[in-house]
């Protein structure tokens, strides 16, 4: 049995997808980019501040669902640049709760050309 998680903040995705997904004790998150879930746009232009707004729209989806990031257990980042890596994963670091789940960093062409990461979660549910 599947649970669709929505954010009551956030208009529902025009896109064939869920925010998240509750089944079996896990959560699974939809990627979360770092724009702003009032105005759709993409919050700053450096790695650094669209991933501190990213991992802001991680734990919201988390926790529409019951969960947190210290309940994350494994992530994926995914990067437009890999040169990118030190500065996203200072904040990853600074805002994702030890023990940190596991993670893997890829470098993919995102969705739109300003957006500069990507990150999706696995969290156990509540």
Known sequence: M???ITRSDVPSPSLPFS???RANGFIF??????????TGKV???DVAAQ??????NLQAVLEAGGSSLDRLVKTTVFLADL?????????????IPEPRPGRSTVEA???????????EGIALAS
């Open 19 to 21: 925010a998240g997904i």
């Open 43 to 45: 919050v700053g232009y």
């Open 83 to 95: 040169r990118l890596f030190d500065a996203m994963n200072e904040v990853y670091r600074e805002l």
């Open 51 to 56: 991933t501190r707004q990213t991992i802001a």
């Open 29 to 38: 998150t939809a990627g979360q980019v770092g724009t702003d879930p009032h």
């Open 109 to 119: 062409r995102l969705a739109r050309p300003e957006i500069l990461v990507e990150i």
């Open 2 to 4: 599947k649970e669709v």
